[in-house]
Every structure is written in C-alpha cells, then in structure tokens.
C-alpha cells in the first residue's frame, strides 16, 4: 500500500455568526483559503441566523422591477445570490467562496477549523446545538470579544465554548470596527492561541508575547481547588495527515496585506483585553460627551489601562503577561480605537448629550445589536464587591456607578483621583 503523503488533508473553515463582525471575518478567512489551497478547502462555510429580509433601497443592489427588491426573502439566499450581507455589512463585496447557510449543524460539519463570531448570549444554546456535529479534533478561535463575569468568578468565551465543545479554542481581538476592516483599510489584530501539547508534532514559532495563557479550559475562581476543580478536558489530537494548527499557519488563515495579524499565546490576556477596554470606552464617552477635550480623554485612558492590567495580573497571574495590554493591537491599540469611535463610546458620548440613559441610545442607535460594555460594567462591579475590591477599581467602580444613576459623568474625577 502506498504511505500517504504529510498533510494529505485539508482544513475546512466554518464561521459561526454572521453580523458585520462574523461577515468581515468570513470575507477575509475566504481570501486567504483561495490563496493557500494546499492548506484549506476553498469553500468557507458562513452560518446565517436565518431571517426575511428585503433589499433596501439605500443598497446599490435595488432594483424595483426585482423581486429581491420587493418581497421579503432569506437572508441566506440573498447573500448567496448577490455575495454581499445586504443586512448587516451592506456595500461589501463577499468572495464567491462564502457560503451563507441557515443550517448549523451542516454549516459545521467535517470543520477542523471553527472561528466563532457572535453575541456572546448565544454561545452555550448554539454550543449545545452542535454537540455530535463536530469533529471531535476540531479546534477553534473565538472572535468574541470579552469574558464572562460574575460574582464567583470569571471565565473566558473561548473557555466556555472548549468546555461545551470538549475543544480547545483561542481567540483573535483587536482595533478592529467592522466597516473599516471590510472596507480594507489597513488594521492590524491579535490572535491567541496556544496549541494543545497534543498537537505539537511541530514546535510554534515564539510569539512577541512569552509566556501562555492557556488555562485548561478549568473556569478561574477564587476559591478554585485541584479537587473542586471541574474536570479538564481530554482533547483529541488533530490528525497527523491535517497540516498543523501553528502559529503559522493560523497566521496564513487571518492575514491580509491590509489586515495584519500578530500571534501570541496570551488567551486570557487577549480575551480580559477585549472586555475591559469596553467599560473604559464608556468612561472615554461620558467626558467627550461633557466637552471636556483631548485631555480628559486621554487621562481615562491611561487610569483605564492601568486597571486593566491589575486586574488581569490579579485575577490572572500565573497566565496573563502585562506585555498583551501595553504591546499588542487587543490590548491598548483597541483601547485607543474603542476610546475614539467604538459603539460604547458613541453611545455614551450621545447619552450625556441628550441628557437620556445609554440604555436608550442603544435601542435607537444599533439595529437591533446590543453593547457589550454596559453588561460588562455591572458584571465586573459584582465581581469587585463580592471581594470588597471597588475602591481597588476606582473607574471601573465609577462606570459602574454612573450607569446606575448613583453618580454622574461630573464626578469622575473626584472617583478617580487615587490614581
């Protein structure tokens, strides 16, 4: 019998979600799976919340004499007629080997590779859906940005899905609003991942950030015992005919001239990244929404990266490297991006400046889609005050209490002044 060839097989990549986020995600994913045939099927498949949608008639694909145009049709349909996301990333051109499917247990199916993009409420139902779909050596990457939060611990999304998934998962967080990396403007990001020593046939490559992160998909807590603990999970290994699950080669599946990607091993810092920088975001809001300047901005910013990095190393020392929040696009080049144009900024900015709560600029402002940094806020907050931490926390201590009308934006200073 003739021995197989190394890596006769090719990874197949599923994205899970479909926003503007998941559908920029895809785009770039199905570029680069064209590019490197030898290492990926072309073919990517998108999973679709399956909805009626209608073109509308801002989109430069109206057509009153099209029905398309007229009548209420599957969104999975248009996207696939017209390769473009006429909902949610409307005016981007798709690649023709993206493909929309309303399905998630066949959007999913034989993947090696599953990059997860969606509103984090919707992790353990769709997690529990795919259970016996997927390949039990698939690995994956969670674009979600943020943690989970509450009062007896914190834990990673990508975490959360290895343990529903029993696989292991990274994840990729960085400056990164949607319109502009769709659009091609030049943005940079960081993935995440630290290969399962089950995998490690082939040594990763060292990144710019030292030390690991990957924290056993075991849930963080305070009172966290070996014998408490939940049990790890038994990964199993990626078959030796797959081309390896590197920093490599994960490089290759998410870079793009305009799109540049830096790895690390960091998870935890990466993922603690993207979920604090939104409550400081808030803060960055509140002042601009005050008329307050460049300068005051620039002040939250700095209290905001210094408690970022506290927490992390506090909650996190054995795994999270300070390096992730102060040299790396997840951490303060987010920030700063967050700080300047991102939804929990805006929205902030615009509550103070028509005197109404955030809670409803989000309903008129965001289609539907909801922020991210208000939920983290009251999360965080409880987490703090379960420990008798607020007062190590002080901005975070005021977003918190800002959006419960127990304080106003005007106060932050004096909240903060330790600092």
């Given at each position: 019998m003739a021995t197989l060839a190394p890596h006769e097989k090719k990874h197949k990549v599923t994205v899970v979600g479909s926003g503007n986020w998941g559908t920029t995600i895809a785009k770039i994913v199905a570029e680069n799976t064209a590019s490197h045939p030898d290492l990926f099927e072309p073919k990517v498949q998108m999973w679709v919340y399956e909805e009626n949608v209608t073109v509308p008639e801002k989109s430069t694909l109206y057509d009153p004499s099209s029905e398309f145009s007229t009548e209420p049709h599957k969104l999975t349909d248009l996207i696939n007629h017209f390769h473009e996301n006429v909902k949610y990333l409307p005016g981007i051109p798709l690649p023709h080997n993206v493909v929309a499917n309303p399905s998630l247990q066949d959007a999913v199916k034989e993947s090696t590779i599953l990059v997860f993009n969606l509103p984090h409420q919707f992790i353990g139902g769709l997690c529990d859906q795919m259970k016996g779909h997927?390949?039990?050596?698939?690995?994956?990457?969670?674009?979600?940005?943020?943690?989970?939060?509450?009062?007896?611990?914190?834990?990673?999304?990508?975490?959360?899905?290895?343990?529903?998934?029993?696989?292991y998962v990274g994840a990729l967080s960085g400056a990164n609003i949607a319109s502009e990396v769709a659009e091609e403007k030049f943005s940079e990001t960081t993935v995440a991942y630290?290969?399962?020593?089950?995998?490690?046939?082939?040594p990763t490559p060292k990144g710019p950030t030292p030390q690991s992160s990957h924290l056993d998909l075991t849930k963080i807590t305070e009172d966290s015992k070996p014998?408490?603990?939940?049990?790890?999970?038994?990964?199993?290994?990626?078959?030796?005919?797959?081309?390896?699950?590197?920093?490599?080669?994960?490089?290759?599946?998410?870079?793009?001239?305009?799109?540049?990607?830096?790895?690390?091993?960091?998870?935890?810092?990466?993922?603690?990244?993207?979920?604090?920088?939104?409550?400081?975001?808030?803060?960055?809001?509140?002042?601009?929404?005050?008329?307050?300047?460049?300068n005051a901005k620039a002040a939250i910013m700095r209290v905001g990266l210094l408690e970022m990095v506290k927490f992390g190393k506090m909650f996190f020392e054995d795994s999270v490297h300070a390096g992730t929040f102060t040299e790396e696009s997840a951490g303060v080049a987010d920030l700063i991006t967050s700080c300047s144009g991102g939804r929990n900024f805006r929205c902030a900015k615009m509550s103070v400046e028509r005197g109404v709560t955030i809670g409803e600029v989000e309903k008129s402002e965001l289609n539907g889609q909801m922020l991210q940094g208000t939920s983290t806020a009251v999360e965080v907050h409880g987490f703090l005050s379960e420990r008798g931490l607020e007062e190590d926390f002080p901005l975070f201590t005021a977003v918190y209490r800002i959006l419960q009308g127990e304080a106003k934006p005007e106060d932050i200073p004096a909240m903060i002044q330790s600092l």
């Open positions: 997927i390949l039990p050596y698939a690995r994956g990457v969670s674009c979600i940005k943020g943690v989970s939060v509450s009062k007896s611990g914190v834990s990673l999304f990508s975490e959360s899905i290895g343990e529903k998934l029993g696989i630290d290969p399962p020593p089950v995998d490690s046939r082939n014998s408490g603990a939940s049990p790890k999970t038994k990964l199993r290994a990626l078959p030796s005919d797959f081309p390896p699950l590197d920093h490599n080669n994960l490089r290759l599946l998410f870079h793009r001239p305009y799109f540049h990607v830096r790895l690390v091993s960091d998870v935890a810092g990466v993922s603690l990244s993207g979920a604090l920088k939104n409550i400081v975001a808030i803060a960055a809001g509140f002042v601009s929404g005050l008329q307050w300047g460049d």
